[in-house]
Structures are given as structure tokens and as C-alpha cells.
């Protein structure tokens, strides 16, 4: 465009750019078209400032330049555009990246430790501190991964400087080192979380350390609020300076931390609120209700922040809402109501419940039913496995038990496994095993190579095959087989896609849900104690191989379940918890099919129809397999248990030696593998089916009893629970739990009368009666639970009789909380089980002095 002006006043010499536009814009163009495309090449008309004004602005503008650079940035912008200048404003003289060095206690592979040095001068809020410096953790946990050639553990040590403020006014220095619990991460995808984990508990701890106030941020923001300016609030003039507010020993920036501290030096009940995609709680005031209440908004970026007073949270939290009403939101869970006293009267049950502020969202209006209907199906497949580990002695320092509990005695490397693949119609492939290096590594590769196979089959259906009487059976069928619900004219042939074999008449939506896809269905491969043992070898190994990891951690030590692509490991001991020889002798003979039909010889089967014994911290190298005997009984002794076998359990090793001809200790370790892993499919396939017969449900496809038992209590009573939609409702029944009541009972007590030793007869006669209740959480679970139809009782006049009308089975019943008199005389005779126990927390002024001393004893 700039070409074709240049040559068209090339052409036109005696032309300026305006009549250039207009040759431009010469017909078809329309004239009012044309007119509006000019406007802006006529001049503007401003209007002149008068000389007063101008030498008023000039006035301000030096004094804004001068005192205050935050305040002379325009407000009338975007939020976003004035967050983002606002926050511009620290990004000068930013200090030079921070590096880790080694630190000289690392232990080898075993332990390494780095350390970040903040210089002086630059210190900073620890939450802005941590996350400025995230970046170059995770590229350091990245390099240790890459180092380690597998899955590592990481603790976060912060050192801070803190100060306190003594009633006498001097100042006494701390500087606490502040650790979280270790953090487990297996692939560099899974770093960012981990330490989404650690920062949090990390700050958790710094404020049980911090009982101070704020910084000159937050002075700002509650002089705006305390003192409300009728114009202009954002000039920090409008707000007087010797306002009685105390900030002795507050940080500059201020640290949420802090924030407590701030109210109890004022008098204050402060709530701070952050945003991002909705809005994020920091800190929920715990003062009293009388306390004048101030809400503060954290506007945050790139490790720097600042606050700000909400003058109205109701119009804040508007938009969080679909209803278009006005709502009255509760500070603590952001509930809203629709009049303010239905908020007065949620608060006292919402503090109630704790001292947490929690975000609830409740539910749509509906039931919860039966939904898992794929899982009565038995798994397609099931893979039972084990291992067995040398036990390396480690050589090492004995270590000061004032600085450690731990000694590293052992390592253990994986040196065989043996598994066994059993289809959903019981049949089975030869167990498959390995002894030899990285055996760990080897399971795991040979476990995805079946992986791929089970794909293939599932990929590949079977044809339907019906018999005469499938036919019969389909054809006389009035309910869904999947459902259980009734057939009216859209019923479908159902069939198994591995077996070929019919399995009954369903739904056509019913039989969808049934289907297996080959990218989709899982392989549940079950150890006995996989998270225990057997999970810590895996772990070391897993990292090793190509595949989506995905994990369900019990705790940093300890794993309820993981996956390698489809291959979903799970605990058979979270189903039957309890030894594996325990287990075996708990079934009968005929349920042992799998290790009848791979030990066909009865007399060899009936040595191996028990836990066998194994000299564990005897196999300690791999010259050990060589061996052509047992060895001696002292050779199976057990550090751990510090115990040995007994004779008996020595004489059945030297039997099993014999009779099932071991040349080596490699065959007798072999034999050993493959008995266990035989035994726990036996095991866990007669559990299958009695669950099945039970409930129609098949274990494999859960992670523990609980969520097995859950979908059998939904399934087998057919119940329709009703969802509760009102958050009240659920801080009512709340309430209610109950745990183990906390109390100090008495301990020891002495019966006094005639038949027993040392009776007093100067005293009076007193007896012990022994008193014990079983089974109470099974008789709880038992009697009648609320299923729907919560709703309040508006007139509670006459409540009382009718709730002595009702029979204690009828279809109704009441939720109720009442204010008791606990008769005196009674007090004395329950001071050990009083009644109606509550759940609340005791606060600081219920107690007694004593009490107080006791608590100064456990945080000192």
C-alpha cells in the first residue's frame, strides 16, 4: 500500500496525502461511506486545559512521581492490565539466578544433597521464594533421575530466619530448618506434581513456627478497609498514617503466614482470597465473630504479590453461581444463600465441623445406584506372579543412634520370578520363569510381550456358538442377565468374545457396556504383599521401561496400586490379609486346580500344599545357586523375625530336596518361586468365584475389599440412595460421626470383697465386672440406614411424641441435635463414659491451667 501512495504522488506532484486518500476513495465507493473513512484525516478539536488546572496537574503528577510509583498508574484499564503493570513495577534490579552446589554428605548413589545459598540482602516471602526458584529444582530432580537410571525419593529442607518479639520489646532470633515428608517420583512427568505436593506442606509447617504479623503490603489494604475514604480510595493520602495499628515485627512483603499474627496484634478477623480460574481460599479468619471482619484479595504474579481490599465479597463470588439472584456467601466453604439469614445460620455449623476451611460443591439432584455393571463379567485375564531377591550385604559405618534409626544392612536385587496367566474360563498356560540378572526389569518386559498378545485375542473376536439350549434359554429369557431389569422387545444375544460361548439375553445398551476393547481393558497382575515387598522392586525397575505409568500411592512408602500401560498391579492382601500359608490351609484340597494340574504326582503335591521354607539371607550371591545341598538349618535363621526354623519345617525342606529330585539350590529356588505363585492363583481364583457366586462380581477388577464390598452392598440390595444437594443437610449429619471417644479413663482399679485376696473388710465392698461388646462396627453397619428423603422439620412443637410413636424399624426416622441436662447425680458415676459424646474441638479457654502447662511442655 505504502508503494502505491509513493507512486501516485509521483504522478500527482502538486497533491498532498489527504487528496491522495480521496482519489483513492473516489466512486463506487459511497459519499457516506467516504465521509467516515476521513473522519480521522480532520483535525481534532481539543479543549485547551486552563492554566490553573495545568499547573495542578503538574503539582500531583511531581508529588505521585516522587512518593508514590504504584499509585500513578492509571486505574481506569483492564484488571488484567492494571495487575500486570502493578506487578511491573518489582521487576527492577532482579537478582542473579540462584545455582544448587553439591553439599559434602552425599552417600554415592545412595543419598545425594544439594543446596541453594540465597544471598544477603535478598531475601524473600518463602511462597515466592519457592515458586521463583521451581524451575530449577525439577531441572535438578530431572539430572538426578537421568543419573540414578530410575525412580528416586526427594526431600525439601528450607532454612529460614525468624524473629520474635518478647513483651519486653527485645527481639529473639531463630533459624529452624523445615523438612516435609519424602516425595516418591518414578518418570520426569510426575515431578511437577510431587512438588505441588511438598510447597504446600512445607509452608504448612513454616506456620506452626510463625506466630507473627504481616508487611507493609497488607498496612496499605486494611487502612483502605478500617478507614473507607468517601473519594478517590485509591490514593493512600485519603488514609490517615497514625491510625493505631500494630506491626511490630511484620515482614515486608508479607507471607500469608503472617496473617494470624496481624489479627491477634489488632483485633482483626482478616480472610484472604487469591484468584485464578475461580477463586482459591489462603487464609480463613479463626477469630472470634465479634471481631471487625476484613476481606483481602492477593493479587499474584511471578513470585511477587500485593493486596487489596474486597470491598464486597458477595459481588466477588457473583459469577460462581448460575442463579442470577442475589447471594450471601460464607467466607469459610463459599456457599451461597439466597438471604442473609440462612448465611447466619450456616455459620455456626460450618465452623463447627473444624478448624479447615473446606470448598464444598454439592452434587446435581439424583441417586446413586449400581453402575458397574462390566465388573460381574470375570476379568478376560489374570496374570498371578512373584519374586525372589538376593540379599547383598551391605558394608558400612555403624551409625550414632542419637542422629538415626536406620542401619542399611541389605540390598535386595531380583533373581528369579515366576508367573502364570489364567483366562476367565479357568484355563491356564505353563508357568513362565526366569532366574538371572535384572530379573525385575525381565518380569516387566515379558509382562507387557503378554500385554500385547491379550491385545491381539481381544482384537479378534470370537464367533457366537449357541447350543439348543442357549436358544431355548434365549428365547424363553424376561430379564436383562446384565441388568437384572425387564425385556420388552429389545432384548439381544449376548456372548463371550475370548470363549465364543453364550452368555444370555440383554439390553442392546445393557451389552455395550460389556464390550472389551483392546486399548482400554486393563490386566490386573496380582502379588501376595505387592505393597509391602514386591512394589519396592518394581519401582526400581519400572522406570527402565517404555510405557504410560500411572500409580495410586498408600504413602510415600507403600503403593494401593499402579499400572504399566494396561497392566494394572494389584494386592491380593488387600483382599485377604493374611499369610499365604494361612490361606492355603484355609481351602479345601479340590480348590487347588491350577497346581493339581502342573503337579500331577500326588505325593510331591501333597509336600508343596504349604508355605515352603526358604533360606533368604543365606541366598546373598549368585554363586549360592550353584550349591548341590541345603544348607545347614542355622543358614535359615532370620534377621528380621530373629528367629529360625523350627526341626520340623528343616525336615520338610529336605523332603521337598528329594522328592522333587532339586540337584542345585537354583532348582530348589525355582521349585519354591513357582509353588507360591501356583498356590496364590488357587488361592485368589477360589476367591473369585465365591464372590461371584455371592454377588456376581469379580474382585479382580478392584483394588481392595472396600471398593468391592461398596459395589456388593449397591448391588446386592438394589438400594437408590438419594444424593443430598443442601451442604447444611450434609454439616448436620456430619456432625454426627463418631470415632473412638476421647477420654482419660482409669486404668487400674482393685476389687475389695470376701472372696478375694486381701479383702479389707474396714472398706467397702466393691467388685470388677468384665464388660466387652463385639463385632460393633458389623452391628452398626446392620441396623437401618437413611436412604432419601432428608428434608427439615419446619415445626418441631410435638416432635417429641412422635418420635416416641414410631417403631424403632418403621420407614422413617429423624437426624436430630438437642441440648441436654446431665443430672448431677450422674456425673460422678459416667466421669469415665459420660453419654451423647460431641465432635467438636476444645478450645484453649475450656482449659485448665494444667492443661495449659501440659501444652507449653509439647510445643517446647
Known sequence: MDKYIEQILAEMPDSTLHDVVKNILDEPIPEPVKRRLLRPLQPRKYRPIPPPRRAKERKRKAIEEEFDPIHRHKVLRSVKDYQDELLGLFEENEPEELTFRQTPWALGNFLRGWQMDVPQGQGADPRAFLESVEPQICKKLEEELEALGGGLKFQLALKVDLVKVNPDGSEEYTDPILRHKQEAVLQKSGIKAALQQAFPRLLEILEKWTQRGSGWAVVQALRSALFQAADQPDRPTKYPTADGLDFTGIDAPTPISQIASVERQNYLAINVFGWDKGVIVHHVSKQPEEEARINLLLIEKAGKFHYTWIKNLNRLLYDQSKHREQKHFCERCLHGYIREDLLKAHRPECKGIGQTAVRVEMPQEGKLTFQNHHKQLPAPYVIYADFEALTTKVEGPELDPKKSNTQRTQHHETCSYCYVKVRCDGKTEAPVEYRGPNAAEHLLRALQEEDRGIQKVLANPQAMRMTSADWESHRTASRCHVCDGLLKGDSVRDHC?????????????????????????????????????????????????????????????????????????????????????????????????????????????????????????????????????????????????????????????????????????????????????????????????????????????????????????????????????????????????????????????????????????????????????????????????????FRWVEDCDGLAGTIKDQPADGPEGFILEVDLEYPRELQDEHNAYPLAPERIVVQKDWMSEYQHGLLGVASA
Not at 526358604?614 to 528367629?643: N, V
Request: aromatic share 10%; hydrophobic share 30%; charged share 25%.
Open 497 to 789: 468374545h475370548i470363549t465364543g460361548k453364550y452368555r444370555g439375553a440383554a439390553h442392546s445398551a445393557c451389552k455395550l457396556k460389556l464390550r472389551l476393547s483392546p486399548k482400554t481393558t486393563t490386566i490386573p497382575v496380582v502379588f501376595h504383599n505387592l505393597r509391602g515387598y514386591d512394589s519396592h522392586l518394581l519401582m526400581q525397575a519400572i522406570s527402565k521401561v517404555e510405557g504410560r505409568i500411572s500409580c495410586i500411592p498408600n504413602n510415600t512408602e507403600k503403593y494401593i496400586s499402579f499400572s504399566l500401560g494396561q497392566l494394572r498391579f494389584i494386592d491380593s492382601a488387600q483382599f485377604l490379609l493374611a499369610p499365604l500359608d494361612k490361606l492355603v490351609a484355609a481351602n479345601k484340597t479340590e480348590a487347588f486346580q491350577i497346581t493339581t494340574h502342573y503337579e500331577p504326582d500326588h505325593q510331591k503335591r501333597g509336600l508343596l500344599m504349604r508355605k515352603g521354607v526358604y533360606p533368604y539371607e543365606y541366598m546373598d550371591s549368585w554363586e549360592r545357586f550353584e550349591e548341590t545341598q541345603l544348607p545347614p538349618a542355622h543358614s535359615f535363621y532370620s534377621k528380621l523375625t530373629d528367629e529360625n526354623i523350627s526341626d520340623s519345617d528343616y525336615e520338610h525342606a529336605q523332603r521337598v530336596w528329594e522328592t522333587c529330585g532339586c540337584q542345585t539350590l537354583g532348582n530348589y529356588t525355582d521349585l519354591y518361586c513357582r509353588t507360591d505363585v501356583l498356590l496364590l492363583a488357587d488361592v485368589f481364583e477360589n476367591f473369585r468365584k465365591t464372590s461371584q457366586k455371592q454377588y456376581r462380581l469379580d474382585p479382580a477388577h478392584y483394588y481392595t475389599s472396600p471398593g468391592l464390598s461398596w459395589d456388593a452392598l449397591l448391588k446386592k440390595t438394589g438400594v437408590e440412595l438419594e444424593l443430598l444437594t443442601d451442604y447444611d443437610q450434609h454439616l448436620f449429619i456430619e456432625k454426627g460421626m463418631r470415632g473412638g471417644i476421647s477420654m482419660v479413663s482409669k486404668r487400674h482399679a482393685r476389687a475389695n470383697n470376701p472372696a478375694v485376696e486381701g479383702y479389707d473388710s474396714e472398706k467397702p465392698n466393691s467388685h470388677i465386672l468384665y464388660l466387652d461388646a463385639n463385632n460393633l462396627y458389623g452391628w452398626a453397619m446392620s441396623q437401618p440406614l437413611p436412604t432419601g428423603g
